[in-house]
């Protein structure tokens, strides 16, 4: 099993392109989540789905927008790139919290590095 | 607010030698807490979940301890190896609606030979 797939790994952007990351996950999660990662902060979640068909706000939603059209695909898009969204972006994916499998453990991706001029 | 503070920041060790990363919390009412260990370059990945009523608990070479009362974590590495160098991470899940998690700074980790 692959798990969590992220593309592309590596983006360069101009301010005010736009572009869309691509996760894929094989794991049969309900939940899957979107995460910056910036020196110094840590990781703050952007936005995040609890199945298919639907998206929620999270820390930092502004700027950046989601769907999620198939349990396994969470895509993350940035209309207008602006410089301070030169990051590193996570996809995770986890089982419904409150299952007994599972106890909200993450599954990463790689990460994409994104950096926008 | 939901915190998550971890400590030091960063630290070198030579290694072969044990070293303690912190973590306190302020999340209420409380769930679990994981470590994650982050290689450059890298996702996360879990090493170790601990819930309200676990003292102690060990993953190979890492052990990890709650006291729930204080809301304080350690992660324990022992006979450190090249292989730990990585960023560990600290991540606290609350009991509340959405279950949402709060993640901790993180703790750079550098081994040397």
């Known amino acids: 099993n692959a798990g969590v797939t992220q593309t592309p790994k590596f983006r360069v952007l101009k301010t005010g392109q736009s572009m869309t990351l691509l996760c894929a996950q094989d794991?049969?999660?309900?939940?899957m989540y979107w995460y910056r990662q910036d020196p110094g902060m840590g990781l703050r979640l952007i936005h995040y789905?609890?199945?298919?068909?639907?998206?929620a706000k999270g820390e930092v939603p502004d700027g950046y927008n989601v769907s999620r059209l198939k349990k396994q695909n969470f895509l993350l898009g940035l209309e207008s790139a602006a410089p301070s969204q030169t990051s590193v972006y996570f996809c995770?994916?986890?089982?419904?919290?409150?299952?007994?499998?599972?106890?909200?453990?993450?599954?990463f991706g790689e990460g994409s590095r994104l950096t926008v001029l | 607010k939901n915190q998550v503070e971890q400590s030091p920041q960063s630290l070198i060790i030579l290694e072969g030698k044990n070293c303690t990363l912190q973590?306190?919390?302020?999340?209420?009412?409380?769930?679990?807490l994981r470590w994650y260990k982050q290689d450059t370059g890298r996702g996360p990945v879990s090493l170790t979940i601990?819930?309200?009523?676990?003292n102690t608990k060990s993953n190979g070479r890492y052990t990890a301890t709650l006291d729930a009362d204080t809301k304080q974590s350690s992660l324990h590495i022992t006979a450190s190896q090249l292989s730990d160098s990585a960023s560990y991470i600290c991540?606290?899940?609350?009991?509340?609606?959405?279950?949402?998690?709060?993640f901790g700074g993180g703790t750079r980790v550098l081994v040397k030979p």
């Open positions: 794991m049969n999660h309900e939940y």
């Open positions: 995770a994916s986890s089982y419904r919290q409150g299952r007994v499998v599972s106890t909200g453990e993450l599954f």
């Open positions: 601990m819930t309200f009523s676990e």
């Open positions: 973590c306190n919390y302020t999340v209420s009412p409380f769930s679990n």
């Open positions: 991540v606290v899940s609350g009991t509340a609606a959405g279950n949402k998690l709060t």
């Open positions: 789905s609890v199945g298919e068909g639907t998206t």
